[in-house]
């Protein structure tokens, strides 16, 4: 094959990796059906689609970028608590303080990505574990400011576009974070296919050979760190908005292990894969919190141990494994 | 962290001159110190050795805990003899989970470490709460301990004296082992170049079950030990996990030195942070770390 024919093929390869696929209108589809299908469990649909964005914030540092966080919370925290303090001090517009999240936790992960390029392996679990113990404390301590433990109450945001109030159960902020999810999956699907996701690609999978072809390695993890940072305080935002309260468990180290659980269980670098793992996750814990509540984190574990154990990448990982093992029997053994 | 965290040698007079505060300060943060140290030694060198991330070695910590406290109360079996037993049982469960499990993942990337790892943490916490119930245990030290004994102007817990008698004997021990004997040297070999030391004939296999089964041993006695100063519930895992990263991340995976310094700087900046400037929590260990981690991230005595 000449060098032309081979620039050819992997431009043809990039366009078909980059197509719409059958099942992702099919995906979105079911997420509008759950809105006639379990009218009763809106805001078990809502705070699924806030897990999920906030999961797909952690797939772009870890799933594509390489970048392992055990602190990720910190931005999820500075969102809900940005929009929660604008609507407790009478800027209740849920637009604009979900903006307002997103833009304050951008800043902060611009701030943070500083220190989170120049580190690896365990150290970087340390630190980015430590900025978010650090936040956590300043936030319980701060009590005047953010109702410490008791979290943050009596937040009030105004009707959606001045018309839609929010109702108790739940349509208008289904309706309203289903489509910020909606579009910002956009975006994060555009990132991770354009050449900058390309670039983070190859650094997550040889961050030494990366700068041999002259990738910026550091600019680029420090981007998609603020990026993906924004995204997660738009997600706490948005629970924020939704649940009209602020825990200070929104913070905590739970939070980010809960997440982290939630993408694994998804499946990392295939988008998907947080919003399947968010739903898994949260079903599950609707369920066995019901049955069970004390001992559901066993079921939790248990999921975790055989995922990391048996499977590739996780359920959407073990998903197309399956369909591959189907076409090679029904193919008699000629797809790759 | 949610439960303050204060060691309990803390009878001192309202108003004290400034050296018997330090001299306070000092003795509970060794004594503090030196419990991290035994809890977390085990992970340091087994991080060294296999470049595992064991999250999961709080769950030593807390089963040795258990151990003791069930033997005191089932069995009327006294406190201090209850620690061999912490030790040995700790040690025998985590041997079928290292063959087993932990094996298969050496080699694994460090994410997949760490998730393994944290869903066994999940699956103990369960465990335990539905054996021993989700409240803390209550647990109560033998008379002696509680006791404090005061020396010129100066009043010392026999509890904290005893943490700092064990610590200081098991550090020893562990330094002569690591480096007079024969095992020590294999050890050694093992963290150095894993390869080259299975290339001379070292059966690094067995060296590392050996050598991770007394690091989980010395966790659960760690745990027992300090169920006084800690406490016990299913949560401890996760509670202390922030504890035993700092020890081993600070000091440097594969290093007892560096564990040891790790242990008694968290030990010493925890107490005097609480002792001097209570109102900021826990926020001075946790900015300490990171100023440690950006400076050298390898860890005080890590090798780059």
């Known amino acids: 094959m000449t060098t032309e024919a081979q620039t050819t093929k992997a431009i043809a390869d990039f366009r078909a990796q980059v197509r719409w696929q059958w099942y992702e209108p099919l995906f979105w589809l079911g997420a509008i059906a759950w809105y006639f299908l379990f009218p009763t469990y809106l805001p078990l649909g809502t705070q699924i689609l806030c897990a999920a964005l906030f999961a797909l914030s952690l797939d772009l540092i870890l799933g594509y970028g390489g970048i392992v966080s055990l602190g990720h919370t910190?931005?999820?925290?500075?969102?809900?608590?940005?929009?929660?303090?604008?609507?407790?001090?009478?800027?209740g517009e849920p637009i604009t303080c979900l903006l307002a999240g997103g833009a304050l936790a951008a800043i902060a992960g611009w701030i943070c990505s500083f220190v989170i390029v120049r580190v690896q392996g365990v150290a970087l679990l340390l630190v980015t574990l430590g900025i978010n113990l650090v936040l956590y404390e300043a936030a319980n301590k701060a009590y005047t400011i953010t109702g410490g433990a008791d979290g943050l109450q009596g937040i009030e945001f105004w009707k959606l576009f001045g018309v839609f109030d929010y109702d108790i159960y739940g349509r208008v902020s289904f309706v309203y974070t289903l489509?910020?999810?909606?579009?910002?999956?956009?975006?994060?699907?555009?990132?991770?296919?354009?050449?900058?996701?390309?670039?983070?690609?190859?650094?997550?999978?040889?961050w030494k050979r990366m700068p041999a072809l002259g990738a910026a390695l550091r600019r680029h993890g420090a981007l998609i760190f603020v990026l993906s940072a924004a995204i997660a305080g738009l997600s706490g935002a948005l629970l924020a908005e939704s649940v009209q309260f602020v825990a200070l468990d929104s913070?905590?180290?739970?939070r980010s292990v809960d997440v982290l659980t939630m993408l694994i269980v998804g499946g990392t670098g295939v988008l998907y894969g947080s919003f399947v793992g968010a739903t898994v996750y949260m079903v599950v814990r609707d369920q066995l919190a019901d049955l069970n509540p004390a001992y559901w984190y066993?079921?939790?574990?248990?999921?975790?141990?055989?995922?990391?154990?048996?499977?590739?990448?996780?359920?959407?990982?073990?998903?197309?494994?399956?369909?591959?093992?189907?076409?090679?029997?029904?193919?008699?053994?000629?797809?790759? | 962290m949610p439960r303050p965290f204060l060691f309990p040698t803390r009878i001192t007079p309202p108003v004290l001159p400034i050296i018997q505060g330090i001299v306070q300060v000092l003795f509970d943060g060794i004594a503090f110190g030196m419990l991290l140290f035994v809890m977390s030694v085990g992970l340091s060198i087994t991080l060294g050795m296999m470049h595992f991330a064991n999250l999961a070695h709080g769950v030593f910590a807390m089963l040795g805990g258990y151990v003791t406290v069930v033997l005191m109360h089932k069995a009327g079996v006294p406190f201090l003899e209850t620690l061999p037993a912490a030790f040995v049982i700790v040690a025998i469960v985590s041997v079928p989970l290292e063959r087993f499990v932990y094996r298969r993942m050496y080699s694994a990337k460090e994410l997949d470490q760490v998730l393994l790892t944290v869903g066994i943490i999940y699956m103990a916490i369960a465990a335990a709460a539905y054996v021993w119930g989700p409240e803390?245990?209550?647990?109560?030290?033998?008379?002696?301990?509680?006791?404090?004994?005061d020396i010129g102007s100066f009043s010392f817990s026999t509890y904290g004296a005893l943490l700092l008698a064990i610590g200081t004997v098991i550090t020893l021990v562990i330094f002569y082992g690591l480096e007079r004997t024969r095992f020590g040297a294999m050890i050694r070999a093992a963290v150095d170049?894993?390869?080259?030391?299975?290339?001379?004939?070292?059966?690094?296999?067995?060296?590392?079950?050996?050598?991770?089964?007394?690091?989980?041993?010395?966790?659960?006695?760690?745990?027992a030990l300090g169920i006084n100063a800690l406490g016990l519930d299913p949560s401890f895992p996760i509670e202390y996990l922030v504890f035993f990263l700092i020890v081993v991340s600070?000091?440097?995976g594969g290093t007892v030195k560096g564990a040891l310094a790790a242990a008694l700087l968290l030990g010493l900046c925890d107490t005097a942070?609480?002792?001097?400037?209570?109102?900021?929590?826990?926020?001075?260990i946790y900015v300490v770390m990171l100023l440690v981690m950006l400076w050298r991230p390898n860890g005080l005595f890590g090798r780059p």
């Open chain 2, 250 to 252: 600070i000091g440097g």
């Open chain 1, 251 to 254: 913070l905590g180290v739970q």
């Open chain 1, 179 to 206: 489509a910020v999810v909606f579009v910002l999956f956009l975006v994060a699907r555009r990132i991770v296919h354009s050449p900058f996701g390309l670039a983070l690609k190859g650094m997550r999978e040889n």
């Open chain 2, 136 to 149: 803390p245990m209550a647990f109560a030290l033998p008379d002696y301990l509680t006791r404090y004994r």
């Open chain 1, 298 to 336: 066993f079921w939790i574990g248990l999921i975790l141990v055989v995922i990391v154990l048996f499977t590739r990448n996780g359920l959407v990982g073990a998903l197309s494994d399956a369909t591959d093992w189907l076409k090679r029997r029904r193919g008699g053994g000629t797809a790759s």
């Open chain 2, 273 to 284: 942070g609480k002792y001097y400037v209570p109102q900021t929590g826990a926020f001075i």
């Open chain 2, 193 to 223: 170049d894993r390869r080259v030391a299975l290339g001379v004939g070292i059966n690094v296999n067995r060296v590392f079950t050996i050598t991770f089964a007394v690091g989980s041993g010395l966790a659960g006695l760690g745990g």
């Open chain 1, 74 to 91: 910190t931005f999820f925290g500075i969102g809900a608590y940005t929009a929660g303090l604008l609507a407790k001090h009478g800027w």
